[in-house]
T-cell receptor, first 117, second 114 residues
């Protein structure tokens, strides 16, 4: 089974621009979560989508938004880019567990390295 | 919000030896899940091991095992017979039993010395 894929792997943008990152979850996984990873702040949760609905949201400004499509693929958008948005953006997917009645372990993609100049 | 603390920013171990990485967490919940993830340099984060809080038995995956002390809110990872490929950043993570939000520690960078 193919793993979580993220595109593009690398991006260079300038301040003020906007960017869209894409994540394709493992087949059958309906939950997609997004994280920002930086050396100073570590891994910070952005948001989670399940069945096309945002279920959880971290403490990030409204410039960060996302959506999920009916095939569970997800996109994350960052508008009006700032230098501080330079980071590795990780996507993780998880499947629905009938036993638990909720989603389970998260499996991560390789990330998109965003550099804002 | 739950917090996860990894007090060892860096650790090193000789090849074939055993090393233990520490993790503590803060929660008022009784049911939750704990994870260790490994992130090799410039590579994908992968799941190492998973523990369900209601299970008293410590999880084991080949050379990786945990010491889960629920009362102490401690979740350490033991790597036996360390191999060069074990060199990576290791993250401890907490997940509530309700909701899919994960809380990660700041990571421990493990170096394996040949």
């Amino acid at each position: 089974k193919a793993g979580v894929t993220q595109t593009p792997r690398y991006l260079i943008k300038t301040r003020g621009q906007q960017v869209t990152l894409s994540c394709s979850p493992i087949s059958g996984h309906r939950s997609v979560s997004w994280y920002q990873q930086t050396p100073g702040q570590g891994l910070q949760f952005l948001f989670e989508y399940f069945s096309e609905t945002q279920r959880n949201k971290g403490n990030f400004p409204g410039r960060f938004s996302g959506r999920q499509f009916s095939n569970s693929r997800s996109e994350m958008n960052v508008s009006t880019l700032e230098l501080g948005d330079s980071a590795l953006y990780l996507c993780a997917s998880s499947r629905w567990s009938l036993l638990r009645g909720d989603t389970d372990t998260q499996y991560f993609g390789p990330g998109t390295r965003l550099t804002v100049l | 919000a739950q917090t996860v603390t990894q007090s060892q920013p860096e650790m090193s171990v000789q090849e074939a030896e055993t090393v233990t990485l520490s993790c503590t967490y803060d929660t008022s919940e009784s049911d939750y899940y704990l994870f260790w993830y490994k992130q090799p340099p410039s590579r994908q984060m992968i799941l190492v091991i998973r523990q369900e809080a209601y299970k008293q038995q410590n999880a084991t995956e080949n050379r990786f095992s945990v010491n889960f002390q629920k009362a102490a809110k401690s979740f350490s990872l033991k790597i036996s017979d360390s191999q060069l490929g074990d060199a990576a950043m290791y993250f401890c993570a907490y997940r509530s039993s309700t909701g899919n939000q994960f809380y990660f520690g700041t990571g421990t960078s493990l170096t394996v010395i040949p």
